[in-house]
């Protein structure tokens, strides 16, 4: 059984690196930038990763070159994992760094990064709005602490909900009703990634589940960090994911008012729900090896809502 996942797993990123490769016109330059693109997606951001295989030919590219922005911003986050003043030293020039490829991006100056080469021309080609990436840039030099839900989602908000639009704007899509998807979907995500982050973090000693949660429940960081109260936890976990559940809904329900192709650009709802409802049937145990295990079928999920359904 592993042998035959595994091959089913080659065999779609074969299919999806060559429909990139062949429908593009590469020049000789350009050759080796879309393989380090895609495999900085690839290896840090897979779910994500299935989703942009998936949309149009004529904005996969693209697409592929702000997810791939959105992974080496990310990597480079000011967060409280990066305990000596060095570290945040490097992360602010990373990201100031970022924001200079970006100014040069739009002043038209040439690109010596794969990457930055590959979001160049995203921009030359759907006309990307500078703010929404200098925005995110923004929002990842700031120290990451949330005192409520609320300030997981204005977080997301300006992260996931950003980086969402962008990928609308690959595809052409541009209105009032996707971009407020966006912004739900956006939210989703970040609430789902701090779930995610919880047992991830525990092993540096951080905890950022909200203060008021915690509260809530009777809980405090250190129980958390030395896993000394579950039952609480799952309670703090399933306030957080009732809350992503409600975010997707109420994107779905948006998108069903939407142009069709836009529901494209909504696939990565679909692992987000999936894991929503996996840590459901755990009884919101973050701490059992399934939660964060990954569906092998996840790319039929994808391929069967893409095909087959109008809403996700």
């Known amino acids: 059984y592993n042998e035959y996942k595994s091959y089913l797993r080659m065999r779609f990123h074969a299919y999806g690196r060559v429909l990139v490769q062949r429908r593009f016109y590469i020049s000789p330059s350009e050759q080796n930038n879309l393989p380090v693109t895609m495999d900085t997606v690839k290896r840090h951001d897979y779910e994500h990763f299935l989703c942009t295989l998936l949309l149009p030919v004529e904005s996969r590219r693209s697409a592929m070159a702000v997810r791939a922005f959105n992974v080496e911003t990310s990597l480079s986050a000011v967060s409280p994992t990066t305990f ?59 120290m990451q602490s949330y005192n409520s839900i609320i300030d997981v989602e204005n977080k997301a908000d300006e992260t996931f909900s950003l980086i969402n639009i962008l990928l609308l704007e690959t595809l052409g899509l541009k209105s009032v009703e996707c971009d407020h998807a966006a912004s739900h979907m956006g939210k989703c995500q970040g609430l789902v990634g701090l779930i995610r982050s919880i047992p991830v973090l525990r092993r540096k000693r951080v905890c950022l589940v909200p203060n008021t949660t915690l509260a809530k429940f009777g809980i405090t960081q250190q129980q958390i960090i030395e896993n000394s109260d579950s039952d609480k936890l799952k309670d703090a976990i399933h306030d957080i994911a009732s809350s992503a559940y409600i975010h997707a809904e109420h994107c779905n329900d948006i998108l069903k008012s939407c142009d069709q192709q836009a529901k494209l650009a909504f696939l990565p709802l679909i692992p987000a729900k999936l894991f929503l409802d996996r840590i459901q049937k755990l009884d919101f145990d973050i701490n059992n090896t399934k939660a964060l295990q990954r569906s092998p079928f996840l790319p039929f999920h994808l391929l069967y809502k893409k095909y087959f359904f109008r809403t996700l």
């Open 84 to 142: 000596r003043p060095e570290e945040h030293e490097i992360c602010k020039m990373k990201l100031l760094w970022w924001k200079a490829v970006i100014d040069d991006i739009y002043d038209s100056k040439p690109q010596n990064s794969p990457i930055g080469k590959e979001l160049a021309i995203a921009v030359q080609k759907h006309k990307l709005t500078k703010g929404f990436l200098i925005r995110v840039i923004n929002s990842r030099l700031k």
